[in-house]
């Protein structure tokens, strides 16, 4: 039987009057006041993560619908059909198996190929790490979307694993912007470029590695041919390909390993690189330990599903169109920007499986900067703004400054450290408690605010100062920011996104949105040698006449 769509089921209508009776006025303050025990019900625990999801606009009573909701759109069923490898990704037949990518040996689809390729690359890997050795002081990683936004997320987040003797870059913009101020001064002789395309055919992708290779050539000088087998990697199933580009060491991957959840494949080369086997082993180990929990706990504890619940629950009956995420950790500043790409282009669908148009919203805006920056940048419109943006913070117990080792720091910085870190961390309980209560107008009477012009009267200057409240939270606590952690992280949003995806029956594994872009492209770009706007839009046309101008 074919799985219904959330608004097909009986719980949507449930859901539908609930919130018209009372979700729609909910309000934290009286939730928490009535209820001693709140915080408690409303917290999760899945490897590495507590959850607490108490400061959302939800009760036991929306909880217990949206879980009714789950069960109706056959949740489990549609989890365990993408675990044991069948097609789910209709539209391209293919099977989405980024889960196999981190299971144990034996454990999943595809074992045999996965840890053959693991194993080749961990073990270059130690190669190249070893710079006595190898002469490699740089990398170059040469990307795009998924196989740029991976790597470029998790190899500042655990930069305190990362390898002193070997600097990362990372290069994705056809924008020649991108590329020189990476390339400009490093030495070729110590410089390994990893191009990271599936098919090697990639425009921007390409465009950069033309560049970086006639930069090599250039730096290297005599025998910088022969060279390039030595200083270049590609992660691709093209193997001709890359030969013919003169790159003789290739570590390839699967089609059914999508883009945006292909860190974990051979694309996550520059990240072992940075933190080494061992560590990029727990990083897969993390992520498989949060596989397990989707797939294994109960859905009233399971911390994925939730979490994807929560979001149909505040798109499609509150309204909210975006999220904001903020990581009080500036290891996860690259956080947002990873998400935007795992959730938007996953669930940014307008037609469910069936191919008809769907009668309400999908994926929300994710954006978000790193705690404490973006309280001095877009918090002013979190706390007074029109719209009500649900809000994620990010918060790690205990800092990890050096556990790769070195010199370490004096006594006297890490007292200091420790001081910042429970400013840090005060400063994300305080912004998520602030959201939540607010403050009155008369409690506002009652401050003095010595900034405040004294040409206004007091009630004028208090309206100003008023917040609204009531605006929801979700807190996300890890003990420590290691590799496993990590790796628990990533995979709780990748299941997230796959249970919202799956109530509002759209296909979350493909990406023909950014299909017309391309091919537009390349109708355009010979345009630019010869000038011809025949056929063109009018805006178009006079766009390139005057960028040829």
């Known amino acids: 039987m074919q799985a219904p769509r959330c608004d097909q089921t009986a719980a949507w209508t449930a859901l539908t009057a609930q919130f018209a009776q009372s979700g729609r006025r909910f309000d934290l303050r009286p ?21 607490d999801l108490s400061k959302n606009h939800w009760d036991a009573e929306t909880r217990g619908l949206l879980l009714a909701l789950a069960r109706e759109c056959q949740i489990e069923q549609r989890r365990d059909a993408m675990l044991a490898g069948e097609p789910i990704n209709h539209t391209e037949g293919r099977a989405v198996l980024h889960t196999a990518l981190r299971a144990p040996r034996g454990a999943a689809p595809f074992s045999d190929e996965v840890h053959e390729v693991l194993d080749r690359l961990l073990a270059y890997v130690e190669q190249v790490r070893d710079t006595a050795t190898s002469g490699i002081r740089h990398v170059v990683n040469i990307g795009i979307g998924g196989s740029d936004l991976g790597p470029q997320m998790v190899v500042p987040a655990l930069d305190a694993f990362a390898h002193r003797g070997l600097q990362l870059h990372f290069v994705s913009n056809v924008d020649g912007h991108d590329i020189v101020p990476v390339l400009r001064g490093l030495d070729p002789r110590e410089t390994l470029v990893i191009v990271a395309s599936k098919t090697f055919t990639t425009q921007e992708t390409m465009a950069n590695a033309e560049v970086a290779r006639a930069w090599f050539l250039a730096g290297y000088g005599e025998g910088g041919e022969a060279a390039i087998a030595k200083h270049f990697a590609a992660t691709t199933t093209n193997v001709a390909a890359a030969a013919k580009f003169g790159i003789t060491t290739t570590f390839g991957f699967w089609d059914w390993v999508g883009g945006r959840y292909s860190l974990w494949s051979a694309i996550g080369l520059p990240i072992a690189l940075a933190i080494g086997a061992e560590n990029f082993r727990a990083l897969l180990a993390g992520a498989h330990a949060m596989d397990c929990h989707f797939a294994e706990a109960p859905l009233e504890a399971n911390l994925p599903i939730q979490l994807g619940l929560l979001d149909v629950w505040y798109r ?18 690259r956080l947002p920007a990873y998400l935007q790409q795992l959730e938007m282009e996953s669930n940014g669908k307008c037609v469910d499986l069936d191919g008809q148009p769907l009668p309400f919203g999908t994926s929300p805006v994710v954006w978000g900067e790193a705690g404490t920056n973006g309280q001095h940048a877009y918090f002013q419109m979190l706390h007074q703004g029109t719209d009500v943006i649900p809000v994620e913070f990010i918060a790690v ?26 400013k840090l961390l005060a400063n994300c309980l305080a912004q998520s408690q602030a959201l939540m209560l607010g403050k009155s107008t008369e409690d506002a009477m009652g401050e003095t605010a010595p900034t405040a012009s004294k040409s206004l009267d007091a009630l004028t200057i208090a309206r100003h100062r008023t917040f ?30 796959f249970t919202s995806g799956a109530l509002w ?15 537009l ?22 766009l390139l006449q005057r960028l040829l101008g």
């Open 31 to 51: 939730a928490f006041a009535d209820d001693a025990t709140r915080a408690e019900a409303f917290s999760l625990s899945a490897p590495e993560v507590f959850a």
């Open 468 to 497: 609204p409240g009531n605006r929801p939270s979700t807190t996300l606590v890890l003990d420590r920011l290691t590799p496993a952690a990590m790796g628990a992280l990533i995979a709780l949003y990748e299941h997230r996104v």
């Open 316 to 333: 499609n009956f509150h309204g909210y169109t975006s999220r904001s995420v903020a990581p009080y950790h500036q290891g996860l500043r």
């Open 397 to 422: 117990k205990t800092p990890c400054y050096d556990a790769a080792g070195g010199t370490g720091l004096p006594d006297s910085v890490r007292a200091g450290l420790a001081d910042q870190h429970h």
């Open 505 to 519: 029956r759209i296909n979350s594994f493909d990406q023909w949105g950014v299909e017309l872009g391309k091919a």
């Open 521 to 542: 492209c390349s109708q355009l770009l010979p345009r630019f040698a010869t000038g011809d706007t025949d056929g063109l839009d009018g805006s178009t046309a006079a």
